[in-house]
């Protein structure tokens, strides 16, 4: 094998190994000098897997909750993961996600202007918010909720517009 197939090797294994690869301390083979048991070795770096094994098991909570003991941050923390879970789950099983309308040109991407002309050269302008598919508005129907109406068709001389 050459120095260059050995750096590619140990790139995999440095890889699939992740932080664990720091756990091992290798010597290499200088670029001139062939690959063999004199020039390649490794072995495992005994100290810093103690300390690795150490810390092992162990969980860091850092919180802003000053008044509240550490057993309570634990418990609102393990509570915090279950809800993200369950919001999680809920989202994947129906297939939705957030519309956040704080922005005029978002609210503006659920609806369309329809114009028609009239036979006076003016148009009427009807605002339409655009409508839930069939799976959205059976879960409305579930939930007793409904949309707002729809706004009423406004008239407009040519032109007031921008047309």
Known sequence: MTTNGL??????????????FGLVCISLPEHHEPVNENT??????????????????????RSNMKAASPETAWEFYLLLTRVEQAFKDLKGTLSIRPIWHQLEE????????????????????????????????????????????????KAYATGQTGL
Do not use: N, W
């Open 106 to 153: 978002r609210i503006e991407a659920h609806m369309i202007d329809v114009h028609l002309p009239t036979t006076d050269g003016r148009h009427v302008v009807m605002s339409r918010y655009t409508q839930p598919e069939k799976d959205v508005s059976l879960l409305l129907a579930q939930l007793g909720l409904s949309l707002p109406d729809q706004p009423p068709p």
């Open 40 to 61: 390649f070795c490794f072995k495992l770096d005994r100290e810093r897997l103690l300390r690795a094994m150490s810390r092992e098991g162990r969980y860091l909570l």
């Open 7 to 20: 750096l590619m090797h140990i790139g995999a294994l440095k890889k699939e190994a992740g932080r664990d």
